[in-house]
């Protein structure tokens, strides 16, 4: 089963979408309306295996508002994702056991 997090508003996770639905059945979660909890950010990051700040937007108005910085530990960042969930960077695909991030779209299509 896939799942993304997707963001219906965003062009690319949009585009993202319509690659997984190619490749089979997709769970889709609306991470804006169903904000995944700090352990499920923080499985996701491992499986991602990115830095968390490249889980983020930091270029997001909110990321500045909430004083947050690029050089935060992982616990502030993970939890202000947590707890702020339009930080999170769109669109998040967990298939077979990993997660990638779809930016650029096809970027996905390595953990089916």
């Known amino acids: 089963m896939i799942t993304i997090w997707h963001n219906p508003r965003c062009s690319k996770s949009r585009q993202t979408l319509a690659l997984m639905e190619a490749k089979g059945e997709v769970s889709v979660r609306r991470y804006l309306e169903d904000a995944p909890s700090l352990q499920e950010l923080t499985e996701v990051q491992?499986?991602?295996?990115?830095?968390?700040?490249?889980?983020?937007r930091p270029k997001e108005a909110l990321?500045?508002?909430?004083?947050?910085?690029k050089s935060d530990d992982d616990a502030t960042l993970l939890a202000a994702m947590?707890?702020?969930?339009?930080?999170i960077e769109r669109?998040?695909?967990?298939?077979?056991?990993?997660?990638?991030?779809?930016?650029?779209?096809?970027?996905?299509?390595?953990?089916?």
């Open 46 to 56: 491992a499986l991602l295996s990115l830095p968390v700040i490249d889980m983020m």
């Open 63 to 69: 990321f500045k508002e909430l004083g947050l910085s």
């Open 82 to 87: 947590a707890e702020n969930p339009k930080l």
């Open 91 to 112: 669109p998040i695909v967990l298939a077979n056991g990993k997660a990638a991030l779809g930016r650029p779209p096809e970027a996905a299509l390595d953990i089916l």
